[in-house]
């Protein structure tokens, strides 16, 4: 069965390599962009009488202000599939998350305004598939 804290453990330190991007692992009450956080995740049993599971959780990076030309165009390059900024690629380098997981996959990616204290920003939700 997956451990959640070595799950979110994995997930920082995959995306440390992306420059100047902050992980927010667990719960805070503020943030500053640009900043990557997750939320708690959906669980689905494998099999009835198996120990693996999928979890499906929502990975959000926050940018700027959403009413900034410029929020828009920092977030791109952490939606694309690959380059020093992609999310993508970061979490690709080791799909195992340093062996917490069997596997990591992102399935899709919705850009949108996300409030967060107070405060709106240019954001992306990833769904991120980990199976264990």
């Known amino acids: 069965m997956i451990d959640w804290s070595d799950v979110v453990d994995g997930l920082g330190n995959a995306l440390a390599v992306i420059p100047g991007l902050r992980f927010y692992g667990y719960p805070v009450e503020r943030i500053e962009p640009p900043a990557c956080a997750i939320s708690p995740p959906e669980l689905q049993p494998l099999t009835v009488n198996d120990a693996s599971f999928q979890y499906n959780f929502p990975l959000w990076v926050m ?51 996300v409030s967060f204290a107070g405060t709106d920003f240019y954001a992306a939700e990833f769904t991120v598939e980990v199976i264990g």
């Not at 030309?69 to 952490?78: F, G, S």
């Not at 799909?95 to 305004?113: C, M, R």
């Open 63 to 113: 940018v700027g202000k959403a009413d900034a030309k410029a929020a828009y165009n920092e977030l791109v390059p952490y939606t694309m599939p690959g380059g020093p900024r992609s999310i993508r690629t970061a979490l690709y380098t080791d799909i195992t998350l340093g062996g917490a997981v069997d596997s990591t996959v992102v399935l899709n990616v919705v850009p949108q305004i």
